[in-house]
């Protein structure tokens, strides 16, 4: 009832956020690359750990943090060099570990039990993005006015929370079938070595791009 007062504000928040997260990019990586080695319970572990990223952006937007983070460029630079070189260290570890990967039904499932590691993973990928950073601060800063109420904002970060996590969790639950599974795994060290490649590509991408993304979302 809440949100229909402010169905303007929800419905260009809710297209944003879908054109946002079903682009192909790090957390789809991520999530995709946890499904095929963990399967779906990996999967969405990793939906979990991104889910819990927006979490982060949302409480510091709604916070009033993100106006301090718009006016400190050095902190982006920090951000930047961070999510590239933590993209680029897990390529290059799946490049490196390609030759360990072992097609077995067992080994994947053990894998997914480290749902810790997994869920970490996810959150950082997510976390450190400083793209996803300044997605969140245009959305609360351009799309959301001022006078919309803090309840009503955290009634949005709730709903983009909970969209993102359904959204890899179909995902997961999708990529997780054992048909899907059983063709990837059959290559496994060439999948390893396509992923690693794709994130190294991501994180290159990031320091490439960023800049222009900053200048294109931020006055």
């Known amino acids: 009832m809440i949100l229909f007062m402010y169905w303007g ?65 050095l902190f982006f630079i920090i951000m930047k060099y961070t999510a590239a070189s933590y993209l680029f260290f897990i390529g290059l570890q799946s490049i490196r570990n390609a030759s360990l990967a072992v097609p077995d039904e067992m080994e994947t499932s053990e894998a997914a039990s480290d749902f810790r590691r997994v869920i970490i993973s996810g959150f950082l990928t997510n976390g450190l993005n400083p793209k996803a950073t300044l997605f969140f601060l245009a959305l609360f800063a351009v799309v959301i006015g001022e006078q919309t109420p803090i309840h009503v904002q955290i009634m949005y970060g709730v709903y983009l929370v909970v969209a993102t996590f359904l959204w890899f969790a179909l995902l997961s639950k999708l990529i997780g079938v054992r048909s899907i599974r059983s063709r990837f795994l059959k290559s496994g060290h060439w999948f390893e070595r396509g992923m690693g490649v794709i994130l190294i590509f991501l994180a290159l991408q990031l320091v490439l791009d960023f800049d222009l993304v900053r200048s294109s979302l931020l006055p």
């Open 9 to 73: 504000e929800f419905f260009t928040i809710s297209l944003a956020h879908f054109f946002a997260v079903a682009s192909p990019g790090p957390d789809f990586v991520m999530v995709f690359r946890q499904s095929i080695q963990g399967g779906t319970r990996a999967g969405m572990w990793a939906s979990l750990g991104v889910s819990l990223g927006i979490v982060l952006h949302v409480s510091y937007c709604i916070l009033g943090v993100a106006l301090l983070l718009s006016r400190w460029p």
